[in-house]
Structures are given as C-alpha cells and as structure tokens.
C-alpha cells in the first residue's frame, strides 16, 4: 500500500526533515509512527497526502509512484486516503452531519447516498444522534471522532493519522485506538503518527521509529509480543 525509496525531504533554507528513509506498509497492515518532536513524522504523512513532495526518492500510493502526478490529479489521489488530526480541523459553523458530508460533497455523489454513508459513519464512532450540533457543541473525545468519521466516509483503503490522541486522556485514548482497530479489521490499511509510547506498547503492531529524520526501528509486532511476554 505505502513504499518509501531512498525518500529524503529538504526544506528551503536546508532543514532536512527525512534523509534516505525505506519502508513498507502492506496492504491491510495497521502501524504506529514514532519519534521525538521533529523526528519527521508529520512530513512523512504529509509526503503520503501529496500536501509536500519528497526533495530525492520515490513514495508510491497504492502501485502509483506519487512523483508522477500531476497538481490536477492530487485531489483523485487523495480520495484514496482519509486524514485524521490532532487538532480536528472541523468547520465550526457547520453541523457534525455537514463536516463529515464534505468529501463526499466534494466527490459529486447524491444527497440520498451521502446520507446514508454519513450516517453509517457516525453510527460507526457512536455519534448518530449527534448528527445536528455544532462542533464546539461536543467534547474533544467527540469531536476527533467526527474527525475519523469524516476519513472514513468515503470509504478509502488508507487511514492517516496524525497524533490522534495527543489531546486526550488515556481512557478516550484507547477509545480512539480501538476504532482504528476495528477499521483495520475490516481490511483498512492505517498508519498512526504517536508519541504515546505507553498506549503503543499495549498493542500488537509494528513501530517506526524516526530520528532526526531517518528510520532508525522497524519493530515487528511478532518482536513486541516476545519483549511483551
């Protein structure tokens, strides 16, 4: 699904954010991104969502090399994958019901079927009955997962998520992670940028850890387990 290739990303002025970085995230897999404040995490995702372009190498999206691709077709290739922020990034002045319609407004479908999936997906986070409120209306733990409600309604094979959980308390934390989960398990690649290493370590998946921008751990879930154990 996601493949890094000698991937190096240099902001002007010269400030390398990643620096010959290799991966591999196969579809279906679900993984947590680590690293300090700076490590390049953020980059990374961005890199995956065409909002940056790598300055050396080759990130490919689902068999397309993302190099290729034109500004015209950004916005096609984003409808592959939903993005979840720390900080939410709703419209304020619109209801929950509207901000999770809005990519499917967007990609041109029907009132009939944007209703249906809207709801779907807010019945999938528990937040049917909240379709009609504004957002500030709503507690931080409800508002991410308008949030993940909104990446999740058009249905893309990839969830990002970029430190989904950095304004949370422990419990909506692990609230947050297990609809992750539950996604992933219904075939949805995620790739999650955290720094809360104590809630990564109580799950059995795969760590990437940055560096000053290089990958410096690929930590099987298998490996975890046995230091687990």
């Known amino acids: 699904m996601i493949q ?3 991937v190096s990303k240099r902001y002007p002025g010269g400030q390398t954010a990643l620096s010959e970085v290799n991966l591999h995230l196969a579809k279906g897999e679900m993984a947590f991104l680590t690293g300090h404040s700076g490590a390049g995490k953020s980059t990374l995702l961005k890199l995956i969502t065409l909002i940056e372009r790598s300055s050396q190498g080759q990130v490919i999206l689902d068999n397309i090399n993302l190099s290729t691709v034109s500004s015209r077709r950004i916005p096609y290739v984003r409808r592959r994958v939903g993005t979840i922020f720390q900080d939410h990034r709703l419209l304020t002045d619109r209801t929950v019901f509207d901000n999770v319609a809005l990519p499917l407004v967007i990609a041109g479908h029907g009132h009939q079927e944007t209703g249906r999936r809207v709801r779907a997906a807010l019945d999938k986070v528990s937040l049917l009955n909240k379709e009609k409120k504004l957002p500030l209306m709503l507690s ?58 104590d809630l990564i370590s109580r799950m059995p998946y795969r760590v990437l850890e940055l560096n000053k921008g290089r990958l410096v751990q690929d930590q099987s879930s298998c490996a975890k387990e046995r230091v687990n154990a």
């Open 140 to 197: 931080g733990g409800e508002q991410q997962r308008v949030g993940i409600a909104r990446a999740v309604v058009n249905k893309p094979p990839l969830l990002l998520a970029d430190e989904p959980t950095g304004n949370l308390d422990p419990e909506l934390s692990r609230e947050i992670m297990d609809l992750f989960v539950q996604f992933n398990q219904v075939g949805v690649t995620v790739l999650i940028a955290s720094h809360d290493l």
């Open 4 to 6: 890094f290739h000698s």
